[in-house]
């Protein structure tokens, strides 16, 4: 009469192989994400949702069995404060810089951007919906063209009832509107600038 393992070893033995495939890599128990990765640092072809890079390597390595030189990009994870050849979703960037690290062309510099994580108070080349400006100053820190003049950076500010602001956000509205230099796109013109309610 054949032997059979009794319930509870059988049971035993399939949770242990399940454990050991878990272990082993073949299976995943959440998706992939900058967070989890680990790729800060690394050097790829392409670059994968949630992260930056900042460097470029003209070289082989990404053209398959090309013989033309292709791009393959320095990963990082954004972060307040680091330079990178663009900007990331929840970051805004306070200057732009030139240079050879991002170039995809030989010789030819290219833009690079010092990311900030936007909070009340800081000087930003770009906006964001989460907050408003408050005046417009002038400047070469954001320009985007090398050696060219200057341009505009926006005084970001956290929206707050009684703000005089350059803008109404999403989920104001305005008490009083005043004219002056504040919010103009162009040196020495008025633009309206309005008191916040909400």
Known sequence: MPTTRPRPVRLLLAALAALALLLSGAVTAAPASASTTGLDGAWACEIPAGYVYDQVSMNRNCSG????NSPQFHLRTPVDNLTACKSAPGFVY???TWGLACSEISGVPSNQYHLRKPVDGLT???GTPEFTYDYISWGTACNITQGGGQSNAFHLRKPVSGLWACDVPRGFTYSSTTQNTDCSLYRGSTATKFLLLG
Not at 65 to 68: I, L
């Open 65 to 68: 069995t090309g013989t033309w």
């Open 94 to 96: 306070d200057a732009i």
């Open 124 to 126: 930003a080349c770009v």
